[in-house]
Structures are given as C-alpha cells and as structure tokens.
C-alpha cells in the first residue's frame, strides 16, 4: 500500500515569485509519481511524471519536480508563477506494476497566485 | 481538452432518487475509471471496467454500480441518494501500459438537497 502526504492544503504566492508545493510518499515498492493540476470547474491534468532516469523532470507550463528517493519527496517547483496558474495541484503514486486503479492521490494543494 | 466527455456538468436532485452519469472515454482507450471527490475524502478511486468488463473495485458503495458499454461509453448509476454523496464525480480514461496516465473528463457536480 502507498500513501501521500501533501503537507500544504494552501499556498498563497505574489505573481513572478518561486513556489515550492511539498509531496512526500510511503509505499513498501517501488512507484510512479505524478503531478497533476485542477483548474477551477476542470477536470485533472497531467503535469508531469517520474518514472525512472534524471532524478529532476520537466512538465508543462514551466513547471519541474525532483525525485529524491531517500527522503520519499517528490517536490514540485516553478522558478516565477504567473496568474494563470492559481489551481489545485495534486501529487499522485502508483506502484511499478502500474494500473490508474492502484494510483494513490494527495490531498491536493490549493496555489493561489496574487498580483 | 482531454478528449473524455463526461455528462451532464451538474445535477441537482434529492435524497432517495437515482442518477446516471455518463462518460465517453478518450478514442482508442479501453479503461474507464471513476473516481468521487469530496471536502472530506478528497479523490477516492470507485471502479475500473476495461473492453467491458470489470477490473476492480475501490471505495465504491453497494448503492453506486456502473457498467461499460460495447461502444466503451460507461456509466455510473448512484441510487438512494444521500446528503454525504454531493460530490464531484470524475471519470478517466487510459491506454493499458503502465506507464500511461489517466486522462480526466470535467466530472459531473452532484448536489443532493
């Protein structure tokens, strides 16, 4: 069984800074990881995902997320947010043997961009 | 667009009634995944068909079944409705191979008054 713990349930950020959104994991195997983002009335969309090699992956809009396999983290980062990207992002495992039935998501971080 | 279409957008009904949520998944995918998000339980995974058939089953309530269709449309029919079921209702669809990920429609709101 995995699980993920997104520590930040709000993140208020002024437009051009940083953001950092925090996910940590636990699963006794080996996983995937996610990142997905809800715009608002929207469904989830696929950001980016982990599945092996460069411990540092790249996804849409900007945004990069760092496996670091010793403290179970897999952060999401963007080094200047804009407007357009106030969402709910989401942080999301899934064992190696796959399967959406056995993706495991948190419970999301509200990004608030304000100008 | 992530090419699943999920209808309807909203629904408003009462305790006791029923309703069917109707999802296409994307061209070409044979999974359909349906998953409930609410304040409090956050996304929480119900069921999977694949080609028609049932794959598995999460957090699913015995009220709550769905189906897949031969033309890979699936429904989720909820029954004697509840306050606690006001939801968002998401579905998602994928190709097999486990690297693939889910793709989301744009989930039907239900409110039960």
């Known amino acids: 069984a995995q699980s993920v713990t997104q520590l930040d349930s709000q993140v208020p950020v002024f437009e051009e800074a940083p953001v950092e959104l925090r996910c940590n994991y636990s699963s006794s195997v080996s996983v995937y990881l996610f990142w997905y983002v809800q715009y608002p009335n929207q469904g989830l969309q696929l950001l980016l995902k982990?599945?092996?090699?460069?411990?540092l992956v790249k996804g849409i809009n900007g945004f990069e997320a760092e496996f670091n396999k010793s403290q179970t983290s897999f952060h999401l980062r963007k080094p200047s947010v804009h407007i357009s990207d106030t969402a709910e992002y989401f942080c999301?495992?899934?064992?190696?043997?796959?399967?959406?039935?056995?993706?495991?998501f948190g419970t999301g971080t509200q990004l608030k961009v304000e100008l | 667009d992530s090419g699943v279409t999920q209808t309807p957008k909203h629904l408003i009904t009462a305790t006791g009634q029923r309703v069917t949520l109707r999802c296409s998944p994307r061209s070409g995918d044979l999974s359909v995944y349906w998953y409930q998000q609410s304040l409090d339980q956050g996304l929480q995974f119900l069921i999977q068909?694949?080609?028609?058939?049932?794959?598995a089953k999460g957090n699913i309530l015995e009220r709550f079944s769905a189906q897949q269709f031969p033309d890979l449309h699936s429904e989720l029919n909820l029954s004697s409705l509840e306050l606690g079921d006001s939801a968002l209702y998401f579905c998602a669809s994928r190709q097999e191979g486990k690297n693939s990920p889910l793709h989301f429609g744009n989930g039907t709101r239900l409110t039960v008054t």
């Open positions: 068909y694949y080609n028609g058939e049932e794959r």
């Open positions: 999301a495992v899934s064992p190696l043997t796959g399967g959406g039935n056995k993706l495991t």
């Open positions: 982990y599945l092996s090699g460069s411990t």
